[in-house]
């Protein structure tokens, strides 16, 4: 490469986003004090954009305005100009997107906000072409107003972007210590219902998102209402995805969401934590439904993120991208005569099965015409398509993965697309808890590896010397500091681990960590602050409740410290989340649809279900395995071992094997029952709780 290239300040960042814009003719800026600094010294204001390395359209605004020579005078002569990655400051994102949600009822990525010195807003939008288009402003016409009007009417923005700020600190959650109705299930069940969509699954036309979360809530309500209803929507929503485009059929793993209703047409990044999410959705719809498809699914989603996302450190990487040499979907789209070349004996087979088409099966965005393309789509199950034909279901399945692997071969000659190779506390964290929870339901001793592994990692590079938490590694280098989704996440796993494993370090760690946010993040009013009151101050502290594309930390939360509490028996957890829910309480009950995460806590909060202890067994001991394969309830399983014993409840600590047999105590509200003796006594019990 030429070295002498322009760079700009981005060229000493980590960040593979902020990397791709260190040789934009853009004087980009990091957010820094550096960067203010010169806002305010010199009387600009700032522009700030905010976006992810694999993110299409980001790509798109880089390429019709960054790159563009006439853009970047504009913008050097009239703003100090700011990039920020989403997933490096997700605290500095919140706090604009709220913005822009605010000003103009959307968002998305590339966030544009045009601000003051001070980092208080005055204007908000997302992509912006470089002309105006009808009703879309252009680039070009937005910097040449907003450098007319700073110069003419700077006082009046400058009150308008107080005013912006102070109602963003009015935004935050009340805490009018309110309470929530246990009516809150059923509504929240009724809302999901008024927009489930029963033919293809999901909710919502289009675009449509896998929103896990919201398939985990309607699990536990089918087993707390015995609603058919609410399982059956499970059901659907997950065999649709599997089949649908949505799904690479080739190298496994979902993209990020379907453009259509009908899981078919999808936008390509893959995520972490979409597979750490939906891996833990497939597996507990497979504990509940035994549906071989779920466990099928399940243990592709993790065959993807071992090939393709696993660093050599033994943590995960963030995400692919969509595009690949500029094209979304490249990467991942097959036309009929490249079927014909690698296929020779199959083509009829696989074109009926994945609905490809001499011209394409999907129309181009930009031009809705058929480009030639075919993306990979099943429109049955493989079992019902070899019932209906007669043909023997294991040797067809055998015929297929020879197929996959054929096309999986040859579509690795391909460029791939760019691969963010970030690591983030929070993704990882809800990987090792997915992978945790898997290798219970699946009695599969190497997923639990593999949960115990990145876990190492973290405890080896993600720990601050105060016992706190770093957001990201990279390069060998990990910083920013810690927000309540990278603790929530990882306090999560950490039980999890513990549960499968019974070993104490895991339980110890999780305390550690509990104890650590709730001196540095906890709201005395109630619920966590997005960032720690160590952090760099922003114009607001956030609270985050809603549970958007990943669960919000106060979520996470609330079902940690009450899964502490009944192990360890500290009662200090289960009042502070008490009083979570009632600082909550009003957001929650507006829209509980919008809240089934933290619905998922609260119900763990509020029913008796309590803790499974069981002594006299090894905790990955066959008996172990099939116990967890037949659990279905909320109850905390504790292995009682003389090494964890010690951080163990005192309601739990005269918990002792009978006779030298596996026992089983049921325990609720710190109250323990009667010994249960005997492997099958124990599970008869089991499969009644």
Known sequence: ????????????????????????????????????????????????????????????????????????????????????????????????????????????????????????????????????????????????????????????????????????????????????????????????????????????????????????????????????????????????????????????????????????????????????????????????????????????????????????????????????????????????????????????????LYGIEENGNFLEEAT??????????????????AQSRDLDLVELNSKLENIRQILLVERSKRIRPHLDDKILTDWNGLIIAALANAGKIFADEEFIAYAERTYSFMKSKMFTPDGGLYHRFRDGIAGIDGMIDDYAYTISALIELFSATAKSDYLADAIKLTDYLLEHFLDPKGGFFFTSDLAEKLIVRKKEIYDGAIPSGNSIMLANLVKLSKITGNTAYVEIADKATKAFAASVTAAPSAYTSFLLGFDSLIMQNGEIVIVGTEPRSEFMKALFTELKSSYTVIVKTPGNSLLLGEHLKNNVAIDGKITAYICNNFTCSEPISGEEEILAKIRDL
């Open 1 to 352: 490469m030429n070295e002498n290239i322009r760079t700009n300040k981005l060229a000493a960042e980590l960040s593979p986003y902020l990397l791709q814009h260190k040789h934009n003719p853009v004087d980009w800026y990091p957010w820094s004090e550096e960067a203010f600094d010169k806002a305010k010294a010199e009387n600009k204001p700032v522009f700030l954009s905010i976006g992810y390395s694999t993110c299409h359209w980001c790509h798109v605004m880089e390429r019709e305005s960054f790159e563009d020579a006439e853009v970047a005078k504009l913008m050097n002569d009239t703003f100090v100009n700011i990039k920020v990655d989403r997933e490096e400051r997700p605290d500095v994102d919140h706090i604009y997107m709220t913005v822009c949600q605010m000003m103009t009822g959307a968002g998305g990525w590339p966030l544009t906000i045009l601000m003051t010195p001070e980092g208080k807003p005055f204007y908000a939008g997302t992509y912006f072409p470089k002309y105006s288009r009808g009703e879309r402003p252009g680039i070009i016409d937005l910097i040449t107003r907003t450098k007319e009007v700073w110069q003419t009417h700077q006082a009046e923005l400058a009150e308008t972007a107080d005013d912006i700020s102070e109602q963003l600190k009015n935004m935050l959650p009340t805490t009018d210590d309110a309470s929530i109705s246990e009516n809150i299930f059923r509504k929240a069940f009724h809302e999901l219902a008024g927009t489930y969509d029963e033919f293809h699954g999901g909710f919502g036309t289009r675009p449509k998102f896998p929103v896990p979360h919201n398939l985990l809530f309607l699990m536990k309500h089918y087993r707390r209402s015995n609603n058919d209803e609410a399982l059956q929507m499970v059901v659907n929503t997950l065999t649709r995805m599997r089949l649908g485009g949505i799904y690479d059929h080739v190298g496994f793993g979902f993209h990020r969401y379907s453009t259509d209703a009908k899981w078919f047409l999808p936008h390509f990044e893959k995520m972490l934590y979409d597979q750490a999410m939906l891996l833990n959705a497939y597996s507990e719809a497979y504990l509940q439904t035994k549906n071989e498809l779920f466990r099928k699914t399940a243990y592709e989603i993790i065959e993807y993120i071992n090939r393709d996302l696993l660093s050599p450190e033994g943590a995960y990487f963030s995400a692919e991208d969509a595009d690949s040499e500029g094209e979304e979907g490249k990467f991942y789209v097959w036309d009929i005569e490249e079927i014909r070349e690698h296929l020779i004996g199959n083509v009829e087979l696989v074109s009926e």
């Open 368 to 385: 809705r015409e058929k480009n030639g393309k075919n993306i990979l789509s099943l429109k049955d199950t493989i079992a019902h398509y």
